[in-house]
């Protein structure tokens, strides 16, 4: 069973940054799917961005593609979300998920494995 556990949330002031990690353990495949997902109470879990774990580039959601950097270190199993410039409608619980499809996506559906979220909270 795939073990994601996200760690890195806080509580930060608007135009702050933060670096969330989600630790990968015990998959199976040497190289997967992984994705940020982020959700407010009474919204959707909606897509942050994705990247393969293997060759390809990684995938944002549009809006959000200019403030945040997704990156994943093999060796380490630990997926990064760089958080710049945040702004009060970033506050919300980031989850961390993983797929064996070998390529990026955003669509909450095809992701199997979901960690138990970190949450970030950004304040004026």
């Known amino acids: 069973q795939v073990q994601l556990v996200e760690s890195g949330g806080g509580s930060v002031q608007t135009g702050g940054s933060l670096r969330l990690f989600c630790a990968a353990s015990?998959?199976?495949?040497?190289?997967?799917?992984m994705g940020w997902f982020r959700q407010t109470q009474g919204k959707e879990r909606e897509g942050v961005a994705s990247?393969?774990?293997?060759?390809?580039?990684?995938y944002y959601a549009d809006c959000l593609k200019r403030r945040f950097t997704i990156s994943h270190d093999n060796a380490k199993n630990t997926l990064y979300l760089q958080v710049n410039s945040l702004k009060r409608e970033d506050t919300a619980m980031y989850y961390c998920?993983?797929?064996?499809?070998?390529?990026?996506?955003?669509?909450?559906?095809?992701?199997?494995?979901w960690g138990q979220g970190t949450q970030v909270t950004v304040s004026s």
């Open positions: 998920a993983a797929d064996s499809r070998p390529y990026a996506a955003l669509s909450r559906s095809l992701y199997d494995h």
């Open positions: 015990k998959y199976t495949y040497s190289r997967y799917c």
């Open positions: 990247i393969y774990t293997g060759i390809g580039n990684p």
